[in-house]
């Protein structure tokens, strides 16, 4: 049985990992050089936290459980369906500011679940992943 801080951190982990495919993807789509920028910026926070969930699961001599191949094919297939009649920046904005609001709340729920069984570390660290997706939706605004 996994323990709270274990799941929390794969829950982190995987979430991460979904930020990062996603942004990794929706760079390749948009040929704005600014909201690119914006996109690789946005990817390096969630590569970090990413990096940082799976240290803190192998401390405490657990596996980073990666999102299942289906989970990351549909994904895939989601985000080229999405764009693929409109790659506009307002448009691609609006798709990360939806994943992102997801996000929040997932996490928020996450946080409030595991406040009083997680390590303050683990849970400082799934509060850096709601700043990410808070600070995400903020920028992508803009170019609604």
């Known amino acids: 049985m996994m323990d709270s801080n274990s799941e929390l951190l794969t829950y982190i982990h995987q979430n991460s990992e979904m930020g990062k495919d996603t942004l990794r993807q929706l760079i390749g789509v948009t ?7 914006l996109l690789q910026s946005q ?7 990413n990096n940082i969930s799976a240290q803190k699961l192998k401390a405490r001599h657990k596996n ?15 985000i080229n369906l999405n764009t693929l009649a409109n790659k506009k920046p307002s448009h691609l904005s609006e798709m990360i500011i939806e ?3 997801m996000g929040v709340i997932d996490i928020t729920r996450k946080i409030n679940e595991y406040q009083m069984t997680a390590d303050k570390d ?3 660290l799934a509060g850096t ?3 990410i997706e808070e600070k995400n939706i903020e920028e992508c605004k803009k170019y609604l």
């Open 31 to 37: 040929n704005d050089p600014g909201f690119q920028l």
């Open 64 to 78: 980073a459980k990666d999102l299942s191949p289906l989970t990351k094919a549909s994904a895939y297939l989601s």
């Open 122 to 124: 683990v849970i400082d």
């Open 129 to 131: 992943l709601l700043n």
């Open 99 to 101: 994943g992102s609001t």
């Open 43 to 49: 990817f390096s926070e969630y590569n970090a936290v």
